[in-house]
């Protein structure tokens, strides 16, 4: 727990559509594309090279079954995963966190273009990201009780 981490507050609870014991599955508030979240350990670890080994492999398993969920739920055909660690790289919330961005055919103007769309936003913390579009607080609560109840069905 870092009481000046985005990701340990109670705000990201709020859009938190899936968890288990470690990790929770949330919507990210500006979006890169429909379905754009983010596997979060509950417990604060800055990067994967701190995740205890049982943790990284639950993680992963997490992380493929949220994928799927999602991949189904927005009729994607594709997805991108990616993890920044470290500030070199481009991570800005010391806080690991996984993105997953489904895709589809055309959604941007090319296949990689997402990666610079994901790098403005890590510019800032994603929280508080003024890159990009953000949800307003309504619109976030809806996608994710909306993605909660179809996750309970799965
Ligand atoms: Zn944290």
Redesign the pocket.
Same mark, same amino acid.
């Given at each position: 727990?870092?009481k000046n981490?985005p990701?340990?507050a109670e705000p990201i609870r709020e859009a938190t559509f899936a968890e288990n014991d470690h990790f929770f599955a949330a919507y990210n508030i500006a979006p890169i594309l429909p379905g754009h979240s983010m596997i979060i350990p509950k417990k &604060?670890y800055c990067g994967i090279n701190e995740l205890p080994e049982e943790l990284l492999m639950e993680m992963i398993v997490f992380a493929r079954m949220i994928t799927h969920f999602l991949t189904e739920y927005y009729h994607s055909t594709g997805f991108d995963w990616s993890i920044q660690e470290g500030e070199d790289a481009g991570q800005s919330v010391? &806080?690991l966190h996984w993105h997953i961005i489904p895709r589809r055919k055309h959604d941007l103007k090319t296949p990689g273009a997402w990666y610079s769309k994901l790098q403005n936003s890590e510019n800032e913390p994603v929280i508080d990201s003024h890159a990009r579009k953000k949800l307003t607080s309504e619109e976030l609560q809806r996608i994710t009780d909306e993605l909660r109840e179809a996750f309970m069905t799965v």
């Open positions: 727990m870092n981490c990701f340990c &604060h010391e &806080h």
